[in-house]
């Protein structure tokens, strides 16, 4: 059975290297996905030249959207909603409003893209906060991964809020990974009930008497250990923890690599041990988990890494694909329904 066909906005400026990045990522998506389309939005003088006529074999699945305006990597998210009204981000973000796209990726300034977001789409009913989330690989979990929620979307979140992220991620591992009753956890400084702030005890409460599968406080080793599918968390503690997370890799990859080029022996030992380390780079290669969902959005919106290369580009086109395919804001929005009436019923 064919897919009904999927089209998604690019915001080709965005990220620290843009159009060199962005239309190569593009290109291959198409390659790969038969049932994609794809619209490149931003300076169309630059991204013809990129294409160089590679487009051809995908004339009837790819379109060009002129974008005059840039927002900048450091540019303050309100300036960047005010005075960057044709930027390539907000062009994107409007073609999923008027329903021509189903979903925009971008690897811009998270700030900006957020509030565009947020300002152009609105949130879903039921939804104070949207949340930033995206998948981490495990050692258990039979799926591979772990999705972890907020990960900077929310600086400071009350109680309410990480009930709300609670459902969106849930949402989101049933939708895409299809799993039934997702296990929730919420992340805390230990197991114990005692432990953690007023916000996290009040939140577990909240959990605990939801219509979801909620099985306790959860510590930073689980997110990697594959304890629950969904992970919780305020987006401070959810940001410090991937960006620690993305240097502790860069780091465990660089001391193997000084390791290996030490000396005869140890070349050789790589060698032997080539295809085993190929695959463990795989395994914990950031460039393999990009692509962070703006969940609680009345449409969908994937942020890529702003120094992603075009392979990892492609894996953020990949998300957005997957969470158009499957509606997830409509799956979001039929569980707060849900939620809603169960507090009413009881």
């Given at each position: 059975m064919s897919k009904s066909q999927v089209t998604i906005s690019l915001d080709c400026m965005g990220g620290d290297f843009g159009v060199p990045i962005v239309v190569p990522a593009a290109l291959d998506a198409l390659k790969k996905y038969k049932h994609l389309s794809l619209i490149l939005v931003g300076d169309e003088d630059k991204i013809r030249q990129q294409l160089a006529g590679a487009e051809?074999?995908?004339?009837s699945r790819l379109e060009?959207?002129?974008?005059?305006?840039v927002v900048g990597s450091d540019e303050l998210p309100s300036l960047a909603l005010r005075g960057k009204k044709d930027s390539s981000m907000r062009v994107a973000i409007n073609l999923v409003k008027e329903g021509r796209a189903q979903a925009a990726v971008s690897a811009g300034n998270t700030g900006a893209l957020m509030a565009t977001a947020r300002f152009v789409l609105k949130t879903l009913p039921g939804i104070d906060?949207?949340?930033?989330?995206?998948?981490?690989?495990n050692a258990n979990n039979p799926t591979g991964f772990t999705h972890v929620l907020d990960l900077g979307a929310n600086v400071d979140s009350p109680a309410r809020a990480l009930l709300e992220f609670a459902f969106m991620g849930d949402a989101l591992a049933e939708a895409v990974f299809e799993l039934d009753k997702p296990t929730i956890g919420l992340l805390n400084i230990g197991e114990e009930e005692i432990k953690g702030?007023?916000?996290?005890?009040?939140a577990a409460q909240l959990l605990a008497d939801a219509n979801i599968n909620y099985i306790g406080y959860v510590e930073g080793d689980d997110i990697f250990l594959g304890a629950v599918d969904v992970v919780v968390c305020d987006g401070f503690i959810g940001n410090v923890m991937l960006k620690t997370t993305e240097g502790a890799a860069k780091m465990i990859t660089s001391f193997l690599k000084e390791e290996y080029r030490a000396g005869l022996f140890s070349r050789l030992a790589a060698l032997l041990s080539l295809p085993t380390l190929k695959r463990f780079?795989?395994?914990?290669?950031?460039?393999?988990?990009?692509?962070?969902?703006?969940?609680?959005?009345?449409?969908?919106?994937?942020?890529?890494?702003?120094s992603a290369?075009?392979?990892s580009f492609s894996n953020a086109i990949h998300v957005a694909m997957l969470e158009a395919e499957k509606d997830v804001p409509s799956l979001i929005s039929r569980k707060l329904e849900n939620l809603l009436a169960t507090r009413q019923a009881s």
């Open positions: 051809k074999p995908f004339a060009i959207q002129h974008a005059s305006q906060r949207p949340a930033i989330c995206t998948v981490l690989p702030n007023e916000q996290v005890k009040e780079k795989r395994r914990v290669d950031p460039r393999e988990y990009n692509g962070a969902s703006f969940l609680g959005l009345k449409g969908i919106v994937v942020k890529s890494h702003g290369d075009a392979y």
